[in-house]
């Protein structure tokens, strides 16, 4: 299995929770089973590491930030990826409106899952500059997408 979480740059919320999914498959001893990426909407930050902010709050919470480098969505990672999370609506719509029709099945908003934040976005911090409340609520949603992915590969 394949998930690619989304965001606009790829520096700040999509390369979170691709290493904060990394790390806890990893202790379920399930990182041979899923491959974790992330990517942005936007090509402004290609080729750059995940924001300071980010990796602070990953270095704080004992959580691996290797190879966390910016990259643009591809057309192959709508081919290839069962399960594409973006961190908020405007992303999802990018998505959507670049995703072949069959594929735009597999675009979902992160907090979706959450109950009682289904209709919420993870906010930017590269906006907000609150790094605390991306961690938070990414660390919310995890569980919820941890028992979906195990779902879907037993």
Known sequence: MKVLFVCMGNICRSPMAEAMLRNELNNLNLSDQVTVDSAGTSSSQEGNGAHEG???KLVEHNIPTDGLISRPVSYLDFINS???IAMDDINVERLEKAAPASK???I???LSIVPGKETESVPDP????DFDETYDLVN???PYWI???KARIS
């Open 108 to 110: 979902v908003n992160f």
């Open 54 to 56: 980010t990796i602070a």
């Open 104 to 106: 735009k099945k597999n």
């Open 147 to 149: 028992e979906q992915i």
């Open 140 to 142: 919310l949603g995890m």
């Open 126 to 129: 590269w906006i907000t500059g």
């Open 82 to 84: 069962d399960l594409i």
